[in-house]
């Protein structure tokens, strides 16, 4: 468990590989919240009904059955089962699979691992997309650190073991969008209108017409006059980037996501 390569240090995956199991369309590894879905078939039942358990206590979310409420940390676990048919009398409420983990407990020894995982941008290439609209590279700062520590209470008697992991992420995503001109935004739509016009004669030109007319006929040379113009609309386009791609009218830029968290697991 320790070796394999996760994204994210999700436990979910580990039932991956399990013959018979096949990601849903919705299955989402990245995060450790209750919006991080683990939609899977196993034997081809569908993918809410399985059933996740941490030492055989229940962990799926019973509004939807498609998340879990607790992701241990992956130094934490000491054994991942996944029960695919002929289910023994313990296990109910599942017709998919039963996926359980057993979390370590500690040991006559005192024992302990720090770790940590990072991302950066400054080993990352630069988006497509932005790289073609001039923009900078995006921001990526991941960083996925923690430690675990256990041994005796009392030997033989009692043990202890506590984990806690945590992740800072800053990631910056690319988006790219068709987005007004500077001319579009003052009405003069004459720069870009090659669409054909449109089989059904009682169906409109997709460039601006003018609502006023009859036969939808387009304003004269395309542009609409200034008296015509919403002020609350001009300032809304205002909101809009100019184009920044010097082949066509798109524009590119980035986004800011941010995630922070900890996961702590004790057991005695």
Not at 93 to 109: E, P, R
Not at 202 to 212: A, G, H, L, S, V
Not at 235 to 255: E, H, I, Q, S, W
Request: charged letters at 20%; proline letters at 8%.
């Amino acid at each position: 468990m320790a070796e394999l390569p996760l994204i994210a240090r999700n436990y979910s995956q580990f039932a991956l590989m399990v013959p018979g199991v096949s990601p849903g369309e919705g299955f989402n590894a990245r995060g450790t919240g209750i919006d991080t879905l683990v939609d899977m078939s196993v034997n081809g039942n569908a993918s809410n009904q399985n059933l996740w358990t941490i030492d055989g206590v229940n962990n799926v979310d019973v509004g939807s059955n498609r998340t879990l409420l607790v992701y241990p940390s992956i130094d934490s676990i000491q054994e991942f089962r996944v029960e695919r048919n002929s289910f023994s009398a313990e296990f109910g409420q599942a017709q998919g699979a039963v996926i359980n983990l057993i979390t370590k407990g500690g040991s006559n020894q005192f024992h302990g691992t720090l770790f940590e995982f990072f991302r950066n941008d400054a080993l990352n290439a630069t988006d497509f997309l932005l790289n073609k609209g001039g923009q900078p590279k995006g921001e990526l700062n991941y960083n996925n650190y923690g430690f675990n520590f256990n041994g005796p209470i009392k030997k033989n008697k009692a043990f202890f073991f506590w984990s806690e992991e945590w992740r800072r992420e800053r990631r910056a995503y690319a988006l790219s969008a068709r987005v007004p001109t500077a001319a579009e935004k003052l009405g003069d739509f004459s720069g870009l209108l090659t669409d054909p016009l449109p089989d059904d004669p009682n169906t409109c030109r997709p460039d601006p017409n003018d609502p006023t007319l009859i036969n939808c006929d387009p304003f004269p040379g395309n542009r609409i006059p200034a008296n015509r113009l919403s002020p609350v609309g001009l300032a809304l386009l205002r909101v809009y980037p100019d184009p920044n791609n010097p082949t066509d009218p798109t524009g590119a830029k980035t986004g800011s996501q941010r995630q922070s968290n900890r996961l702590a697991l004790g057991r005695i």
